[in-house]
């Protein structure tokens, strides 16, 4: 447990979050209602446990589990296949009403499976507009549902948002149609199922569901948060256990909670009463998680067929293969190794890129080409070894470009949801500027084919031209007569050139375009996107002397070289995922900081766990709900990201909690006054003593381990640091304390 003064819930603070506090019996003051919940044997499909049955046969709203209806109408009508992949907006316009996304932003498009395991609201009315309504009622009656109400528009329907209303019983039953495990059999295509089961699956590693493989559960689960009729909402689960041979089926209803927590206590249920659970293993690692520098990487190796296998390869190999695969072995050894510090500086801060793929990296210039090892690229890996490049006390963002064509671009111009940092800006490259440009010719009839791939409609192509640039000189739209809309991103012309055309057609943003007899010639400079590090700059700049250091300098001014951070492992709940590179990053920063004043020069592996609920912290750690944290070894467990938030102290508490960490090892047998007042003194949550200030007597454990109110706790722990800081104050080591 660490929380000291700066972090008691004083009087006005305790009324504030009264009603996110675990009861005396462990429920949820704000809605004084207890779960139901309905448990099935399978495959029999008897009653093993019942509760709250009026609530299991009351209409409600399913929220997104109505996405299974949605989803499997979308597949079955030929609107989307397993290959349908759609760009997530982070926002979905449902009839008016915007509804926001909270899945991680993968970057990329999401295909069906993954639409489905992370709930993303963008896919879903996606598709929804396109899809027919009667299509969707007939699957609705289908799986035992009621049939969307006329007067609901059907995006607002598809995501079970209004206009579907069904008894949690009919909800459990629909789950188990689509899964396969219900008595009553539907028609439904083998690879259809396939993809429904993948995202269920999905669903319950990695999404709102995620408690259930925490809890040791393999399985299938499908959550939603709906609207209750009086007002606020519930949380709903239906879950199955195992895989491959079901052999428990839940549905429960939480009342004034969410999908999540509606997840963690059907965990409770299914232990209570027997289901089998040991170490779940999935075939996709949970998004919400986020690791850094550990020794080795999952990378996915792209197969002809467009799937991956993944393998793992030890850190130093994976540099080797993009040092290989990024410059290639006619670079000087300078370049090599300042080519491997940027590499490895993007390996870390990207690792878990394609978490919901199942690996870290793939070996594609997505994240970095990979290529088989040389004797030189392996020897720039290890000259390097471990060395990264820092903003301050976070890993830096760093990019690699093939060649700039004599001048760098800003991230924000190549990818829209990129950060623009002082590091990474747009300037005149002359190392690049003499490198020989390129040339392609395009007849009419082909180009046509590349703008319809980017969206653009009609025909044939009158003219076109670049309408306007970025201030490095690349296109940045065209304009196009002949076909609508008449104004096309030239980033998006590009992607589509490269799928349809190969990527060699249009190496580079950076090109003017001349017409010819039969179309258009392309005559530009550079080959990539031009962010970060020009590979062909590098080369020449140390083909003339510069150092590695100074190559990095260049590329990335104002950044600093230095050893990968300890190994660090954070979880959190699907609503606060867009915050995981923010909690590492400070997470990082707080390590690196204390490590230096404790003087420790090895850090241990550290997995930081932030509960969805009050009620999850309080019974996974035991505390009262007026702390902040618990660590148990390298395991840190703290309230809700949103409630330390609040209170102000989220660095503060994760600041105390790693010194726990840090100091265990030394501190383990010492007395809590020890470990609880250091880690407030090191932290700066308590002002250091001067050589004349006396402590008074140190608190005991049970005063540490079991106040008899805040006001107590909060005594004790300012009575832990007085001793402390007086004791640090005589010049004793922090080693020394007992």
Request: proline residues 6%; charged residues 25%.
């Amino acid at each position: 447990m660490g929380t000291d003064v700066s972090r008691l819930i004083v009087v006005a603070a305790a009324v504030a979050l009264a009603a996110q506090a675990p009861s005396p019996k462990g429920r949820r003051v704000s809605t004084g209602a207890t779960p139901a919940y309905l448990l099935l044997e399978l495959p029999s499909g008897r009653t093993l446990a019942e509760s709250r049955r009026a609530v299991l046969d009351t209409p409600v709203a399913p929220g997104s589990i109505a996405k299974l209806a949605t989803l499997a109408a979308a597949l079955e009508t030929g609107v989307v296949t397993d290959r349908t992949r759609i760009l997530c907006r982070r926002r979905a316009d449902t009839d008016g009403h915007v509804v926001e996304c909270v899945h991680p932003d993968l970057r990329r498009p999401l295909d069906a499976v993954e639409a489905l395991g992370y709930s993303c609201n963008g896919y879903v009315a996606s598709i929804a507009r396109t899809l027919d309504r009667g299509a969707l009622n007939r699957t609705l009656a289908r799986l035992g549902l009621p049939t969307l109400d006329p007067a609901t528009p059907t995006v607002t329907g598809a995501l079970g948002l209004a206009g579907i209303k069904a008894t949690p019983r009919q909800l459990l039953e629909a789950f188990l149609r689509i899964a396969g495990s219900s008595r009553v059999a539907i028609r439904l295509d083998d690879r259809h199922r396939a993809v429904l089961r993948r995202g269920m699956e999905l669903a319950a590693w990695s999404g709102t569901a995620s408690a259930l493989a925490e809890a040791g559960f393999r399985g299938m689960a499908k959550t939603g948060t709906a609207p209750m009729p009086g007002g606020g909402y519930e949380g709903l689960v239906t879950a199955l256990v195992d895989t491959e041979r079901p052999t428990h089926a839940l549905v429960v209803v939480a009342p004034g909670a969410s999908g999540a927590h509606a997840a963690e206590l059907a965990a409770g249920i299914l232990k209570q009463h027997g289901a089998p659970y040991g170490t779940a293993r999935s075939p996709v690692p949970s998004a919400v998680e986020g690791q850094r520098a550990s020794s080795v990487f999952r990378v996915g190796i792209t197969q002809r067929n467009g799937s991956h296998a993944v393998e793992e390869m030890e850190a130093e190999t994976y540099v080797g293969r993009a040092v290989a695969g990024e410059g290639g072995d006619s670079l000087p050894p300078a370049a090599l190794e300042a080519l491997a510090i940027a590499a490895r500086t993007f390996a870390e801060a990207s690792r878990g890129r394609h978490s919901a793929e199942g690996f870290d990296l793939c070996d594609l210039t997505h994240c970095l080409a990979l290529r088989q090892v040389s004797s030189r690229s392996l020897a720039a890996a290890a000259a390097t070894r471990g060395l990264v490049l820092f903003d301050g006390p976070h890993l830096a963002d760093v990019y690699l470009s093939a060649s700039c064509g004599g001048h760098t671009e800003r991230p924000s111009v190549v990818w829209a949801s990129a950060r623009d940092v002082a590091y990474l800006s747009a300037r005149p490259d002359p190392a690049c500027a003499s490198e020989p440009g390129w040339e392609s010719r395009v007849p009419e009839v082909r180009l046509r084919r590349v703008l319809q791939a980017a969206g653009l409609r009609g025909g044939p192509v009158r003219d076109l031209r670049v309408a306007d640039r970025t201030s490095s000189g690349r296109a940045r739209r065209l304009k196009v007569e002949g076909m609508v809309p008449e104004l096309v991103d030239a980033g998006a012309f590009r992607l589509a050139a490269g799928r349809t055309l190969g990527w060699q057609t249009i190496k580079s943003a950076l090109f003017d375009i001349r017409r010819t007899s039969d179309g258009y010639r392309f005559v530009g400079k550079g080959m990539g996107h031009g962010v970060g590090m020009c590979v062909r700059g590098a080369a020449n700049r140390s083909a003339g002397g510069a150092s590695r250091e100074a190559i990095l300098a260049f590329y990335f001014p104002g950044l600093r070289i230095g050893s990968t951070p300890a190994s660090v492992r954070v979880v959190l709940p699907e609503e606060d995922r867009d915050a995981l590179a923010t909690v590492r990053r400070s997470v990082a920063a707080a390590l690196d900081d204390l490590a230096r004043k404790l003087g420790v020069t090895e850090s241990p592996e550290v997995e930081i766990r932030f509960h969805p609920t009050v009620d999850a912290y309080a019974r996974a750690t035991g505390l009262p709900w007026w702390t902040s944290a618990r660590t148990s070894g390298a395991r840190i467990d703290l309230l809700p990201l949103g409630v330390l938030r609040k209170r102000s102290t989220l660095e503060s508490t994760l600041r105390h909690e790693l010194v726990h960490v840090l100091t265990d090892e030394v501190l383990r047998d010492r007395p809590l006054w020890v470990r609880e007042g250091l880690a407030q003194v090191i932290a700066g949550e308590a002002p250091p003593a001067t050589k004349g200030s006396g402590a008074g007597a140190c608190p005991g454990e049970d005063e540490l381990r079991a106040p008899r109110s805040p006001d107590a706790w909060r005594d004790a722990y300012a009575g832990a640091a007085r001793c402390v800081a007086a004791a640090l104050a005589k010049g004793q080591s922090w080693r020394e304390l007992r």
